[in-house]
């Protein structure tokens, strides 16, 4: 079992920034590939990031590619999203996900098998 904690999240003005963390424990973090997701109210859940296990690749929805950043620090055993250049569209719950020991990192929900409760941003004026 894995269990995710996030944080970071909040209210911010449109062209802010906002640093999401996503603690694990429970699994030796280094073999998880780990992703954010987010939700906006009414619509369904979508694929932000992800970041392999060995963190030699990263992944990005195209809505948020150049904007935001997804890293990882194993030594602490977290995950982080850093996003600049906030919109109002992006307004929504963010959820961290981890994957099965050295399995893909990818875009889609079924590669995940662990959710954290997930964190509110509002990027609102």
């Known amino acids: 079992q894995v269990q995710l904690v996030e944080s970071g999240g909040g209210l911010v003005q449109p062209g802010g920034s906002l640093r999401l963390s996503c603690a694990a424990s429970?699994?030796?973090?280094?073999?998880?590939?780990m992703a954010w997701f987010r939700q906006a109210p009414g619509k369904e859940r979508e694929f932000v990031a992800a970041?392999?296990?060995?963190?030699?690749?990263?992944y990005y929805a195209d809505s948020v590619k150049g904007r935001f950043t997804i890293s990882r620090d194993n030594a602490k055993n977290t995950v982080y999203l850093q996003m600049n250049s906030l919109k109002p569209g992006d307004t929504a719950v963010y959820y961290c996900?981890?994957?099965?020991?050295?399995?893909?990192?990818?875009?889609?929900?079924?590669?995940?098998?662990?959710w954290g409760q997930g964190t509110q941003v509002t990027v609102s004026s």
């Open positions: 970041i392999s296990w060995s963190a030699g690749s990263s």
């Open positions: 429970g699994r030796t973090f280094s073999s998880l590939p």
């Open positions: 996900a981890a994957g099965g020991s050295y399995s893909s990192a990818g875009h889609r929900e079924a590669n995940y098998d662990y």
